[in-house]
């Protein structure tokens, strides 16, 4: 019965689509961000230009929707042929049979790994890549001009200067409450990032070990985290929860250091001050580190047949060197391909060098469910700052959720 | 119209015409409730069973639901965080119920006598209760901020008061987060109060006061307990809103959703977060099951407690 009324209704179609050049339609779906949705209505016209006989449909969900949208459609039976896809959802998207392997034959192994930056490498399981990224983000320290030049400070470039200019610029009241802060402090938002894959790694650690268990329970993420605390509670520089959130803070003109990633680009630009960037801080031996994130594309497991050559060439289309230029001018977001992110004139932006230098010697953290690994880290922080318990304590109850999150991940 | 339809069906339409009129009303009746009956049983009856079935599995939408026994429960209740939450959801009730049942009952026994302004007044006290919870979460968050920008601490520290990390701080931020929940919900109490109040026929005051009694006797003596079929209703209403608290701990701590450190988080706010950003539905479905038994039993045992004695 519902058979018949799917070969009828796809007769139908077929009809109807015979008028239309036998067009393919597929699906793209990504989340509601303005410039992203308009970035890739540019990219959608210019491949619908090359390729006349394949429509791209662009579907949208707000964030905090958007992969139980995508859940809830495989469910359903009715997934999206192209995906846009956080890197680190792609053990959940796989294991729940949301987006299919890309074949080696159209996205040969090797050109993905000496074209794109290394971070792609988040996309691979077993020998498949499920993704290919458009674009990349990673951190860099944002600072205020006014407030370090009202201070008569230079921006730092080692957390040693990363102290005295947070000291410099911080303003307190009489009552030693801080009125405008050194540094912002907000676990919820990058610092996780920065404590993480920058910090940990320039006190002598790593956050986990070559299988991915957590490896920051010793007295390298044990200083990372002291390091930290200590802005709040022995330097006084900055307050969690200063202006409700980090990035309120800053460009509220409240906060003269802040780390925050390049997709801030965009809400920072009409700030009304000037402000610039530098690399996150090197440590007193120069070693810097950082952390970069993406949004990769990915094919859905339900595209086949000639929807699923159209999804290979639209994918094929938007990690292409072109459509990451298009992406870079519109969203801000760094290129995933080296030869177009490092071109000279990138590298001589103010804005965007820093930002690039930072994806040369970035880590991309292998998350298994990212909202709840925050909210370790979150408590962690808490838990010293508000409860008073020791760093250590502190640090070892974090590993210990931490690992729990990630066996159940493991499952 | 409809004998002239009916004439060709010979059958059916015998059968219609030897009804008397009572039981075609009774037909009637029934053909016009079944429509919200059944679709309140798809809409309701049907997920909550489902749910019960649901706590017994491990579904996380991805791959299907596999029976598990009481393995989501054992789960539950081995974990900390289950009890932090539990308690916090009984602490929102015990305080949130009685305070604001007392507060709105003060405000509307004294509104009662006011007249001059009365309906702008009302008014007044109504007009939080019109307003969406995620807009006055936000409001309260900003009221509660550290210097310079938060009001109520840049008050404090104009009269010389150390300021409050009031949502920062594990031991004020519930009560931070259950003040405005109460403020919010006052408007609706003191209507219906006042409606209760209303509802008591001045006779009694009349031949109350006749009889010498004080102000204070009348209100124990009369006001309270021919108010009691108001009051009963309010406690259950206000109780059920208080256990279901979500809105304006999740607003007020959307960086941090019901922190620092589960200070604030409801058993809502916990099955929220389990199913949709954890994506564990059994385990959900199981913290459900155990909100809705409470839900119940507090329902039924204030209903008894409360009950008309005969």
Known sequence: ?411 | MASANALPQTGPVRFWDRLNISTKRVIWAWAFLAVPIIFYAGIRFYPTFQAFWLSLTNWDLLRPAQFIGFANYQKMFADPIFWKVFQNTFLYLIIGTPVSLVVSFVIAYYLDRVKLMHGFIRALYFLPFLTTAAAMGWVWRWFYQPVPIGVINGFLSSIGIAQQPFLRSVDQALFSILIPAIWAGLGFQIIIFMAGLRAIPNTFYEAAKIDGLGDWAILRKITIPLLKPTTVFLVVFSSIGFLRIFDQVYNMTTNDPGGPLNATKPLVLMIYQTAFSSYQMGYAAAQTVVLFTILLIVSLLQLYVLREKK
Request: proline letters at 4%.
């Open chain 1, 1 to 411: 019965m519902r058979k018949a009324y799917v070969a009828g209704l796809a007769a139908g179609i077929s009809f109807i689509a015979m008028g239309a050049a036998q067009a393919v339609e597929i699906e793209y779906w990504q989340y509601v961000f303005d410039s992203r949705v308009q970035a890739m209505d540019q990219l959608i016209e210019k491949f619908e230009a090359a390729n006349p006989d394949i429509t791209v449909k662009q579907t949208t969900f707000p964030y905090a929707d958007y992969q139980t949208r995508v859940v809830a459609a495989k469910v359903a039976g009715q997934g999206p042929d192209v995906v846009q896809l956080f890197y680190g959802w792609t053990d959940q998207f796989v294991n729940g049979g949301l987006i299919q392997p890309l074949d080696p034959a159209v996205f040969p192994h090797a050109e993905i790994e000496s074209e794109f930056f290394p971070i792609v490498s988040a996309m691979k399981r077993g020998d498949d890549y499920y993704g290919l990224p458009t674009a990349v983000r990673s951190l860099a320290l944002f600072y205020n001009k006014a407030l370090l030049d009202e201070a008569g400070v230079q921006p730092p470039n080692t957390l040693d200067e990363l102290l005295a200019v947070a000291e410099a610029t911080t303003k307190r009241d009489g009552s030693g409450n801080i009125t405008s802060a050194g540094i912002t402090m907000d676990m919820a938002g990058q610092d996780h990032h920065w404590w993480r894959e920058v910090l940990i790694r320039q006190n002598g650690g790593v956050p986990y070990d070559a299988e991915g268990n957590v490896a920051y329970n010793d007295a390298a993420g044990a200083a990372a985290l002291k390091f930290y605390t200590d802005l709040q509670t022995e330097k006084n520089v900055g307050l969690v929860g200063f202006m409700d959130e980090g990035q309120a803070a800053f460009r509220a003109g409240l906060a003269a250091l802040t780390i925050d990633g390049t997709f801030r680009l965009g809400a920072f630009a009409d700030n009304p001050f000037e402000w610039g960037v530098v690399e996150l801080p090197a440590d007193a031996n120069g070693l810097r580190s950082n952390y970069s994130s993406y949004f990769a594309n990915g094919i859905g497991a339900t595209a086949q047949g000639e929807e699923l050559v159209a999804a290979q060439k639209f994918l094929q289309y938007i990690s292409s060197p072109e459509a990451m230029e298009i992406w870079l001018n519109t969203v801000g977001e760094l290129p995933a391909r080296r030869e177009v992110a490092l071109t000279e004139a990138n590298l001589a932006d103010p804005i965007r060098g820093p930002f690039l230098k930072g994806l040369e010697y970035a880590q991309t953290t292998q998350f298994y469910d990212e909202a709840a690994q925050r909210q370790t880290a979150i408590d962690m922080v808490n838990r010293v700052l508000l409860e008073g318990q020791s760093i250590e304590d502190s640090i070892a109850q974090a590993a210990a959720a931490e690992q729990a999150i990630i066996d159940q991940g493991r499952q």
